[in-house]
């Protein structure tokens, strides 16, 4: 498909995007309104109280952000009157019914004009509170779902998930859909439903002890990395994000969706210009650690491959799906495509301590005293055995010796090393 016939289809035509200010959502905005200034609507799910709310969110979070530099380059004095013309904000809550629309001639609105709706409203951290993930990641796919079939002239949903739902299987990551109820593990008894019925329950009882916000908002990251290990899936993350594509198979009926699964997403590679990024993002904490002198080593397979997906081809690969099957029929299985880098271009774990030497090496971290930092070439350490020869040679030999001033690194050494075996990192993209 070409690029002209892709960006042609898209004129005139309605978008209604989820998750607005979340980070693969601006970038997928920017590109719209960049290549296809004729689109007929852009309308922005942000979760907000108010219009005033949502516009002023709209302005801080997006357009004020250096992401749309390009766009007010080109539209220079214009750029005011291409937002106002072209989007429009919509407050509401993916995790609600009707997506927490109160205003309903503005929900009217958005059922009788939508073509295509992008759902990309969800929390990305690892271990979030169960409660928040299953709201969002899980029953806000639901909604999603839901309000999609409201809209009389919609082609497509495409509903943004991840490649890691289905693990790992032989190194291979597979495009399989899930069914309602199944499991990572092959263990029987997922139910969705009742999965929220137990969040409700355990809230509930935690407020009747008089359990603190703190008590209860680790007690819930605690149940949701305790349910997602139960049916086999490492991380809250992964595990909601399975459920919500098990919801959409369950209840799609005659709806045409196609569900993109990307890999570990990274900064931009061309569009609109090379290298943007937002926040510390999944493997960015690691190259942070390295960068600041902070992490000299580093656990895990050195054959495994580091599958990383520059964010502006993730978007292009949902805009080409999206007008893919704009015209075609609803399948009675989900279409899945997954957006991944290791086929073409495959990135091994033993090749990264010459990437992030050469790169830090070049262009070191300046520290807050405004020096350079200098960095060694990270040691890959492949096995349990080799972490714990490490730790003993490098830290507890020295701690036993009286070097106290070690004992700190050791720490967080360890808890870096956890971390991201563990739980990792993310962040949240708006819901």
């Not at 250096?66 to 004095?77: H, I, P, Q, S, Y």
């Not at 013309?85 to 059922?111: M, T």
């Not at 081809?313 to 805009?319: P, T």
């Not at 701690?399 to 993310?426: A, F, N, P, Q």
Request: net charge neutral.
């Amino acid at each position: 498909m070409e690029l002209g016939s892709i960006v042609q289809l898209l004129e005139d035509k309605a978008i209604l995007v989820t998750g607005a200010t979340g980070f693969l959502a601006k970038i997928f905005v920017e590109k719209i309104l960049r290549v296809q200034p004729n689109v007929k609507k852009l309308y922005l799910l942000l979760r907000a109280a108010d219009d005033k709310s949502a516009t002023q969110r709209l302005h801080d979070e997006m357009i004020r952000k250096d992401l749309f530099r390009v766009l007010r380059e080109k539209w220079g004095t214009k750029m005011d009157s291409l937002i106002s013309e072209k989007v429009v904000v919509v407050p509401g809550d993916l995790s609600l019914e009707d997506l927490g629309l109160n205003n309903s001639v503005l929900r009217d609105q958005i059922c009788n004009q939508i073509d295509f709706i992008v759902n990309l409203a969800a929390t990305t951290k690892f271990d979030e509170r169960y409660d928040v993930a299953l709201g969002i990641n899980t029953l806000g796919a639901k909604h999603a779902l839901s309000f999609a079939k409201k809209c009389v002239r919609l082609k497509v949903l495409v509903h943004v998930s991840t490649a890691y739902v289905c693990g790992e299987k032989g190194g291979l990551i597979l495009e399989t859909p899930y069914h309602f109820g199944e499991t990572l593990n092959g263990t029987t008894g997922l139910d969705i439903y009742a999965e929220k019925k137990l969040v409700e329950e355990k809230l509930n009882g935690f407020r009747a002890e008089g359990a603190t916000e703190e008590e209860i908002s680790l007690a819930m990251k605690d149940l949701g990395i305790e349910r997602a290990k139960i049916h086999g899936w490492p991380n809250t993350y992964v595990f909601t994000k399975a459920m919500g594509e098990m919801l959409i198979g369950h209840l799609k009926e005659n709806l045409s969706v196609v569900i993109i699964r990307p890999t570990i997403i990274t900064s931009t590679l061309k569009e609109p210009f090379p290298g943007w990024v937002e926040g510390v993002r999944t493997i960015d904490s690691l190259a942070v650690g390295y960068g600041k002198g902070k992490l000299p080593f580093f656990l895990g397979d050195l054959k495994a491959i580091v599958d990383l997906m520059p964010a502006d081809l993730v978007v292009n690969a949902m805009i080409v799906a999206m007008v893919a099957h704009a015209n075609q029929p609803a399948y009675d299985h989900d279409m899945i495509y997954q957006v991944g880098s290791s086929m073409s271009n495959p990135l091994r774990n033993e090749k990264l301590p010459d990437v992030g030497f050469r790169y830090f090496s070049k262009t070191p971290w300046i520290n807050k005293d405004g020096k350079a930092v200098k960095v060694g070439k990270i040691m890959m350490l492949s096995d349990m055995d080799s972490f714990h020869r490490y730790l003993a040679i490098r830290y507890l030999l020295p701690l036993k010796t009286g070097r106290s001033s070690h004992l700190y690194m050791v720490i967080s050494h360890v808890e870096m090393v956890w971390s991201h075996d563990e739980c990792g990192t993310g962040d949240f993209d708006d819901w």
